[in-house]
């Protein structure tokens, strides 16, 4: 078991390092800088704030003169040693090195100063890659954009992550003792009333989705009723109705699992040889059938905590709660890029260690499974 | 072979099983039933191994259940020592379990394959209170020794097993608790011919030595032949004859046993086949909707007009010890093989 | 600033102001539940700012709550009057319009009890136009001479700006052109001054509640994080007797239902620009005096790609605005008190300068048609497949359909829709890869120029690829111009050429819709949405 821990966790190790990889230039690779906004930026202030974040450096003059052509544009992959600028007295200024043009700063009849900006170019993604990835091995995953740099993706991340976690186990403990126990009775009870009406309520669970669900619960309980707050996660009581919205979605999965599983498992052969043995019918659910019932549900466990863990981008946006999970749709939707490595991080760390944990798990629920 | 007491162990009366079909999900109606036991009537004496043989889906493994209330009859009775079983609440027949016992077809999917076989072994006697925690251990290193096992092997799980070893351990199990009356449903069935052997003999030992009395249910009749004292012989829910092992398989009576035995007797496998093909001449009837009459009247090559009209009753057959139920067994002529051969 | 897609510009409360703005709608119907707090601490809804540093705020959520913590040499007004004094207790303007000189007064503050001084300013406008600042809001300090060259980078040396302390009270601003609304200008949050020393100790952290000193008429209590920030009256700020509010707290939400709910509830006292469409239907029908539409400053357009087929064509660039009714989708789809567009800018400036804006084409259909068919294309055969881009949101592909069957109708032209997620339509936009594509623009400050520029052949934002010597010539004359009706004249020669050319299709007048509790006072509509904490009080 020690020598299976440890051989998955390294591979862990690399299955987020190629995700970090992957996102990391998919990210790039999504049309629109970070910086794109419906106002344009002006090519000075845009180079500033790229050059700021480290993704390109400035050109300079190495001497004074009137510019009279503007040899490249933006855009432009510039090589080695290729001019850029003309100057009056016939000779020209030239790119240090290679790379994409991110904007030039001068145009024509301008007069440089030796040492003046004259354009910007981006930082080759290869070397950009290298960077980051060498302060991503000291949990160091910079500043972001969305903050203009005033908070790092660490704070950022460090003071909304509990508070989705908070949540997340809320509702996987609501989702696991209120789900597992209604499979239960209903597999025990095929066709009987108790298992078509906790299926066809799980059933609408599964179908509302939390996008309803959230809403109506607020109306009913927040508002009709005024017995919970309507938002926010200041108060024990804000914090119920969030837990119960995200929780009885997965109950709803759990219940419908279990409910699979109990069916499997009471047909099985071993389940008669149990009331053979004169068992009483408690001991054989619980001793005998329990275990078999809850592994498609414990398989799902995985991913379930992962997702809940990290909160739930619906949920959190009904209830107004501070929570990580905005950041994995706002992040992307605005290319801020350091936030996106933050918590692509996070949510896969998550699942990696919450798989492993599963699997562990699994070991203990049924002998058949070995891991060495 | 022991000699029958005249108060059987097991006394069914006129049994009858039948299982609803249903069709829908929400709102189920039931379209039909299948009669699994058809008024059946059968005696076990202790001591004695009552083999019971009939084609799968004949009513032979229900038949096994109902008697230990694994499944509960439609109608009719079963006593076991003059009690109905039927009419006992669950925890006295929790207490009955102790006396009445099962091995099972498949000792694949008979253990559980989450627990050790020292915790299966060791569950039903703590549930029966015939073992302390501390005698507990003891009392499974002496069963597995029983029926051939290693005491370390009750730390192991079943999958770590045979097929063989996994019966015995099912063996085990049923003997934790001191049964007088085993059922034994089909326990050599998926193993191999060898393993099958050694497998009987286990059980003629156990018999032997602990004075248990077997109902023994198998699909042919050379394997129950060895280890029977009587063999009752099922189809389509229904007894159609019973008597003393030798008797029954040297001289059968009925139709159906006679073209049972026929493929058997074989010891070419490919005869056998073809044989059976013309012994037995197309499938068994649907049990949802048996024939009218003698249910096997169908494929009998004796069969007459009238053997649609009445079913026949099992019928003792003067100076033997065998019940049959045919109406023309006066015109089953026990040495006309050829007759069965057109 | 343009039309950010669903995300939600912001403004702050101010006070009655004598002359009433001219509100769209305004109920008489008083719900229930409208009991002024006994704490005194007004509460509002916002999207929630990552950041509180005057010299890098470009988004409007922070700007909301940073107006009131930070005052600039001048503030804006209760309503649309022109700006009142800040810092500054006065300013001169020398005649050429050039240079500015402010007065401070003495007695301004900061939190930490020194006093506000002339170099605080300096510090800051320098702090803001250092390339390592890297602040998006740089290009509003452009107006100064000087200090374009210092943000990109061209000049280390600040003295080269300028902006001179000519003592601690005295602060001399000159400018590169005169820019009769500099004394608006300066009272964005872009020019407040910030406290050195405190960023000199505290780095980025500097805007944390148990860091930052202010000189505003609110401090910072509380910063959670994406859940609220608080706020309480600053007893140090010099007007302090005249701010009645206690505190204000700014709630986060990011969904509209959620403030509406916390509103209904009492919760909130002020849902600023997050009114879900479905319920403005049902607050006009109920006739809620709580409920407000205000005219903003800001427009909504079409953008036609001129270097591209057909719209290289000024004909059928005409045919296309006067062949959508922007009247009914106006009235009959957005129904929010918007009004249709004939030219790009919004009509509130007569009161404030006297500008009257030059009309272009109204709709028309049959003129439509025959300059289409004049152009080439009778019936619209002939045309190349014609895309709208927008970007992704509900709102957009109704009104996109709308036009794409008002098209149908009127020139027989089938449009195709594409909508994109938002930085991929920023990116295909600022490509100028499309046709025909939504737009819009808010003012900066109050004039016209903050519209016209949009459309310099130059400009960041000018996404329809307008080039036009005149139009830029006529740019060039109104930046140099300050006396009032000649500048008011070209300003609407330009707009004349705007008309003319079409370069977009000028859709509606923008409208804020929002409700605000009825015991809120000293709250009155504001073109720009800027609405100031020190002006509001309950009753």
Redesign the interface.
């Given at each position: 078991m020690g020598r299976f821990v440890v051989r998955r966790l390294l591979s862990a190790v690399l299955v987020i390092w190629v995700i970090v990889t992957l996102s990391f230039f998919l990210m790039r690779a999504?049309?629109?800088?970070p910086?794109?906004?419906?106002?344009?930026?002006?090519?000075?202030?845009e180079a500033?704030?790229w050059?700021?974040?480290g993704m390109a450096d400035?050109i300079r003059s190495h001497k004074a003169g009137r510019v009279t052509d503007v040899l490249i544009q933006k855009g432009d992959t510039v090589s080695s040693h290729q001019p850029i600028l003309r100057l009056d007295d016939g000779t020209t200024i030239s790119s240090p090195r290679s790379g994409e043009c991110l904007s030039i700063?001068v145009t024509t009849q301008d007069l440089?100063?030796p040492d003046?900006?004259v354009a910007a170019l981006k930082t080759p993604l290869v070397q950009q890659y290298l960077t980051a990835m060498a302060s991503y091995l000291s949990l160091d995953f910079g500043?972001?954009f969305?903050?203009?740099?005033?908070?790092t993706v660490f704070e950022?991340i460090a003071?909304?992550a509990p508070i989705s976690m908070e949540l997340g186990i809320y509702a996987m403990l609501i989702a696991l003792f209120l789900g597992i126990p209604t499979g239960l009775v209903a597999g025990l009870r095929p066709?009987s009333w108790v298992d078509?009406t906790s299926m066809s309520m799980a059933m609408t669970g599964v179908s509302l989705s939390e996008i309803v669900l959230g809403?109506m619960l607020?109306l009913v309980f927040?508002?009709h009723l005024g017995w919970f707050e309507?938002?926010?996660?200041?108060t024990p009581s804000a914090k119920i109705l969030p837990a119960l919205t995200l929780g009885l979605i997965y109950a709803a999965y759990f219940a419908r699992l279990t409910r699979g599983g109990m069916l499997d498992v009471i047909r099985?052969?071993?389940i008669?040889?149990?009331?053979?043995?004169?068992?009483?019918?408690s001991?054989i659910v619980v001793?005998?059938a329990l275990?078999?019932a809850i592994l498609p549900s414990v398989t799902f466990l995985g991913p379930a905590l992962a997702g809940t863990l990290t909160g739930s981008v619906v949920v959190e946006?009904?209830?107004?709660i501070?929570?990580v999970s905005?950041f994995f749709v706002s992040g992307a939707?605005?290319?801020d890029y350091p936030l996106v490595m933050g918590v692509v991080v996070l949510y896969s760390g998550l699942l990696v260690v919450m798989n492993l944990l599963v699997d562990i798990g699994y070991a203990f629920?049924?002998?058949?499974v070995k891991y060495d | 072979m022991t000699a029958l007491s005249h108060d059987p162990l097991i006394k069914i009366r006129d049994l009858t099983k039948v299982f609803p079909i249903r069709r829908g999900v929400l709102f189920t109606t039931t379209v039909g039933s299948v009669r699994a036991l058809d008024g059946v009537d059968l005696e076990i004496y202790s001591g004695e191994t009552l083999g019971l043989v009939g084609e799968s889906g004949c009513g032979k493994s229900t038949c096994g259940r109902v008697i230990l209330q694994l499944q509960k009859q439609t109608s009719g009775s079963v006593t076991y020592r003059g009690i109905e079983l039927i009419q006992q609440s669950r925890s006295q027949l929790r207490q009955l379990r102790r006396e009445l016992q099962i091995i099972f077809q498949d000792p694949y999917a008979s253990l559980n394959p989450r627990m050790t076989v020292g915790q299966i072994i060791s569950e039903p006697l703590t549930t029966h209170g015939l073992a302390t925690r501390w005698d507990k251990r003891q009392k499974v290193t002496t069963l597995l020794e029983r029926v051939g096992l290693l005491p370390r092997h009750a730390d192991r799980y079943p999958h770590e097993f045979s097929g063989g070893q996994r019966q015995r351990i099912g063996i085990a199990r049923a003997l934790a608790v001191q049964p007088k009356f085993l059922v034994c449903d089909e326990p050599i069935s998926a193993l191999d011919v060898s393993i099958a052997a050694q497998i009987i003999n286990l059980l003629r030992e156990l018999q032997r030595d602990l004075g248990l009395t077997y109902l023994f249910i198998a699909h042919d009749l050379a394997a129950v032949r060895q280890l029977s004292t009587r063999i009752a012989v099922m189809y389509l829910g229904r007894v159609v004859e019973v008597g003393l092992a030798d008797e029954v398989c040297s001289r059968p009576r009925h139709p159906y046993t006679r073209a049972l035995l026929a493929a058997v007797l074989d010891l070419d496998p490919t005869v056998a086949r073809t044989k059976k093909h013309v012994l037995l001449q197309g499938d068994v009837p649907s049990p949802m909707n048996p024939p009218s009459g003698c249910s096997f009247r169908t494929r009998c090559p004796w069969a007459v007009a009238s053997c649609a009209i009445t079913r026949p009753k099992l019928q003792h057959i003067p100076n033997e010890n065998r019940w049959v139920a045919c109406d023309r067994i006066d015109a089953v002529d026990p040495s006309s093989e050829s007759r069965l051969l057109m | 600033m343009v039309l950010s897609p669903p995300t939600v510009s912001s403004s702050i409360p101010t006070t009655t102001s004598p002359t009433p703005a001219s509100a769209v709608f305004r109920g008489t119907v008083v719900p229930p539940n409208q009991k002024a707090p006994a704490d005194n601490v007004f509460v509002f809804v916002e999207a929630g700012p990552e950041f509180l540093d005057p010299n890098k705020i470009s988004e409007s959520s922070g700007n909301q709550i940073a107006m009131n913590l930070f005052e600039p040499l001048l503030n804006y007004a209760r309503g649309n009057g022109p700006p009142v004094p800040g810092v500054a207790a006065k300013y001169e303007v020398s005649p050429d319009g050039l240079t500015y000189t402010f007065h401070l007064r003495k007695n301004a503050l900061w939190s930490n009890g020194r006093t506000v001084t002339a170099q605080d300013f300096v510090y800051s406008w320098e702090r803001g136009l250092r390339p390592a600042t890297a602040s998006r809001n740089a290009q509003l300090l452009w107006y100064i001479r000087g200090a374009k060259a210092y943000n990109q980078g061209q000049s280390t040396d600040f003295s080269t700006v300028g902006v001179v302390a000519q003592d601690d009270f005295t602060l001399t601003v000159e400018l590169e052109t005169p820019t009769p609304f500099f004394p608006h200008l300066v009272c964005y949050i872009a020019y407040a001054p910030v406290p050195r020393e405190t960023i000199e100790i505290y780095n980025e952290n500097w805007t944390r509640p148990e860091n930052m000193v202010v000189n505003g008429p609110f401090q910072l209590t509380e910063w959670a994080f994406r859940d609220r920030i608080v706020m309480k009256k600053n007893d140090r700020y010099w007007d302090a007797e005249n701010v009645r509010l206690a505190g204000a707290v700014a709630l986060h939400t990011e969904n509209e239902n959620t403030a509406f709910q916390l509103y209904e509830s009492g919760t909130v006292h002020w849902t600023p620009a997050v009114v879900p469409a479905e319920k403005i239907p049902i607050l006009m029908r109920d006739g809620r005096a709580d409920f407000h539409i205000d005219p903003l400053m800001c427009v909504s357009y079409y953008l036609l790609r001129m270097d591209q087929s057909p719209f290289d064509n000024p004909a059928v660039r005409r045919a296309f605005n006067m062949a959508i009714d922007k009247k009914r989708i106006v009235d009959h789809v957005l129904r929010s008190g918007q009004s249709p567009a004939r030219n790009l800018v919004p009509p509130m400036f007569e009161p404030i300068s006297g500008y009257v804006p030059a009309q272009g084409d109204d709709y028309d259909p049959e003129r439509a048609r025959k300059l289409l068919a004049e152009a080439g294309y009778p019936n619209g055969t002939g045309l190349p497949a014609i895309e709208m881009v927008f970007n992704t949101f509900e709102g957009n592909r109704l009104i996109g359909e709308l036009v794409q069957r008002n098209l149908k109708e009127t020139l027989g032209i089938e449009i195709t829709l594409i909508n994109m997620e938002w930085k991929s339509l920023l990116q295909t936009l600022q490509r100028g890869d499309f046709h025909f594509g939504r737009g819009g623009w808010c003012a900066d400050y109050p004039d016209p120029m903050t519209f016209l520029e949009v459309f310099d052949s130059r400009g960041e934002s000018n996404y329809a690829g307008y080039k036009s010597a005149e139009y830029d010539a006529l740019l060039a004359q109104i930046r140099k111009t300050a006396h009032v009706t000649a500048r008011n004249d070209l300003i609407q020669k330009a707009e004349k050429l705007l008309n003319h050319d079409v370069p977009m299709v000028p859709f509606y007048f923008y409208t804020r819709s929002y409700l605000l509790k009825s015991f809120v006072r000293g709250f009155e509509p504001q073109y720009q949405d800027h609405h100031l904490l020190k002006y509001i009080y309950f009753e």
């Open positions: 999504a049309p629109g800088g910086f794109d906004a419906d106002r344009r930026l002006h090519p000075t202030v500033n704030l050059v700021t974040y400035m700063l440089v100063k003046q900006n500043v972001t969305s903050s203009e740099g005033q908070r950022t003071q909304t066709n078509y809403p607020i927040a508002v309507l938002s926010g996660w200041a099985q052969d071993y008669r040889t149990a009331r053979a043995k004169g068992l009483p019918e001991t001793r005998h275990r078999g946006r009904i209830y107004n501070p929570g905005e939707l605005n290319r629920l049924d002998p058949r | - | -």
